[in-house]
């Protein structure tokens, strides 16, 4: 006598034995993920935050802490993917940023007028050299702006460093990106070439600034006693430097 058949039903995920559950695996901790060749990091003293910046030829640069980790700058450079992304964007939109006749450049606080004639460059009545083939005035005109401000600030400085009783170690004339100025605890004080386009009122409230800083290294409510006592307008020209200074780094 046969077995009576049965109808088999097909084996569901519920009639499937319950294997033991599973130790979770420990995860390694993933190293950040490269970033592209165009990221710069710069180690700098006094420097108190990570700063990104997009420079114009798109590069992006780090400065860190001196107490600061590769690891950590690179944290923050991912989260700030957007920012960056916008930053592209903006500098894509820009019209040509090449400078050419006419545009107006800043001197002493004055706009005088970049010219070209008969292929040479001038700006007021002095002549900056030959136009580049690509037409592009700007590396003829920021040349001559570094030997004024060469020229022009050390002694400016040294005068009202005489007139105030502070002495100067050392003056460098430098390429900051962001700063007009610095003085160290030996007495070297280092000036933005830039400072040759802004007004007078305003070239000399850095200079005595940075004089100040050989009263006190820091910016403390006596600092700034030191300021107001050498330079009464300072707060005029401080209003200068943020609301129109910060074009000259454009």
Sequence with gaps: MTAPRQLALPLTAADTPAAPPRRPRRRRAQPPAPLAPDVRFVRRRGTRRYILRVLDDGTLRVTLPWWGSQR??????????????????????RPDPR???????????????????????????????????????????????????????????????????????????????SRWGSCSRRGVISLNWRLVQVPPLVRDYVLLHELMHRRELNHSAR????????????????????????ALFA
Excluded: M
Aim: aromatic content about 8%; hydrophobic content about 50%.
């Design 72 to 93: 950590e700058a690179r944290a923050f450079v991912a989260a700030q993917a957007d920012w960056i992304a916008a930053q592209h964007a903006r500098r894509a939109a």
């Design 99 to 177: 400078w050419t006749d006419g545009r107006a450049l800043l001197v002493n606080g004055e706009a005088l007028a970049l010219r070209v004639v008969s292929a040479e460059a001038w700006c007021g009545d002095e002549r900056l050299g030959a136009v580049p083939a690509d037409g592009d005035l700007r590396p003829l005109a920021e040349r001559w702006l570094r030997r004024r401000a060469v020229r022009d600030l050390p002694p400016a400085l040294l005068a009202l460093a005489a007139a105030h009783d502070v002495t100067v170690a050392r003056i460098t004339i430098r390429n900051q990106q």
């Design 223 to 246: 600092f700034w006693r030191h300021v107001a006592a050498a330079c009464p307008r300072y707060l005029e020209a401080r209003r200068w430097l943020r609301t129109e200074g910060q």
